[in-house]
């Protein structure tokens, strides 16, 4: 089946029970056991949840892995597949890495001995010249947020496979219909499923998909473990919100392209980062691993008052926390999504005070185009 086939039918579709499209949420705690030597599949939700369940199979197979795990929130996928290092292990990471994965790794996992190297990704040299005798993976985000930085997975993943270790990708921007990183080589593919895959801000989820079924049973042991499953009232909202992506991202793709060019000659505008820019940097290397340039670029304006004004102005794109609604939402990395940065670290890496991200929704583009330039003044 072809990507947009398997959004619809790549999971279980069917309810087993009752002929339903779709699997029922099973809002239940616990089940019972017919016998004490031989426990059936489910015991206890923490562990497993048929409609939890049903959501993992479907993004394994739309992410071509062996097994996906569904956790309560896209941090909490990344901090417990983060916990299958040990004190003494080193990672290379993306220096403009998410900024709530920049706190866990350089202010909890440090704590416990899990040291990291913040490396220019666009440069695999760089990659390669931080790996160390105790490096254990290389951490990446591309298009990275909120820099939408380009680095060459392939070429990554070869590096890691050289060294023996794995390689980790947040793959939040691009979904599985745009981008998957397992196909190129990588070994754990990591989202926010809040965004894009569920769709329509209603929930928080998180995944983490393998290539390697080993992988896959020592993440599903700490997820049990810590409890940070996801529930089956969201694991259904987001099987829901799923089965759109292809239309939702075709979509805003659209409308972002225009509103990009746009802004390109707004003369309030100073820098426009966006993939699907022919002068983007990473835009051929983009173009030969993903399918598409997703719908979130970043732009930079020419003073903080204007981006006060555009913030405080904006009516249709919602400034708030977060990305991938059918509704539009414009953000300020600098004090929401790298607000943990501190701020020397943050304008070493090019996220100003003036630097604005824009998802972009399903709204007319012109709409927004006229909302953009009347909230700018």
């Known amino acids: 089946m072809k990507l947009a086939t398997k959004l619809i039918h790549g999971g279980p579709t069917i309810d087993p029970q009752t002929g339903a499209l779709g699997v029922p949420i099973y809002q239940i705690s616990t089940y019972r056991q017919t016998s004490v030597d031989h426990f059936s599949k489910y015991d206890y939700a923490r562990g497993d949840n048929p409609t939890r369940e049903a959501l993992e199979e479907t993004i394994a197979v739309l992410e071509s892995g062996t097994r996906c795990l569904a956790f309560a929130s896209g941090m909490a996928a990344i901090s417990t597949t983060l916990m299958i290092f040990s004190p003494g292990d080193h990672l290379v990471v993306c220096d403009d890495v998410y900024g709530g994965a920049y706190r866990v790794l350089s202010t909890i996992f440090s704590r416990m001995g899990i040291t990291s ?106 997820q049990n473990a810590f409890g940070t499953g996801l529930g089956p009232q969201d694991s259904f909202l987001t099987l829901r919100g799923v089965k759109t992506l292809k239309v939702r991202m075709d979509q805003s793709q659209l409308n972002t392209l225009k509103i990009v060019t746009w802004l390109k000659a707004h003369p309030r505008v100073t820098a426009v980062h966006y993939p699907g820019l022919p002068e983007h940097p990473g835009h051929a290397i983009h173009n030969a691993q993903a399918d598409g340039p997703g719908a979130v670029f970043s732009f930079e304006l020419d003073s903080y008052e204007t981006t006060k004004r555009l913030l405080e102005n904006s009516h249709l794109a919602a400034f708030a926390v977060s990305l991938g609604g059918v509704e539009s939402i414009i953000s300020y990395p600098a004090r929401m999504s790298h607000a943990s940065v501190p701020k020397e670290e943050r304008e070493r890496k090019g996220i100003t005070d003036t630097l604005v991200r824009l998802s972009v929704g399903l709204e007319d583009p012109d709409d927004l185009i006229a909302d953009l330039q009347r909230a700018m003044g």
Not at 119 to 129: H, P, Q, S, W
Not at 188 to 194: A, E, F, N
């Open 117 to 222: 190297t913040f490396v220019d990704a666009t440069d695999l040299a760089a990659i390669e010249a931080a790996v160390r005798p105790e490096t254990k993976a290389i951490y990446l985000e591309t298009p990275s947020n909120p820099l939408l930085k380009v680095t060459d997975l392939r070429g990554a993943a070869d590096i890691a496979h050289r060294h023996g270790i794995i390689t980790l990708v947040d793959n939040t921007f691009m979904t599985p219909y745009l981008q998957r990183p397992l196909e190129l080589g990588c070994d754990i593919v990591l989202h926010s499923g809040t965004k894009f895959i569920n769709g329509h801000s209603d929930v928080l989820c998180g995944f983490a998909v393998v290539r390697n079924k080993e992988l896959g049973q020592r993440i599903r042991y700490i």
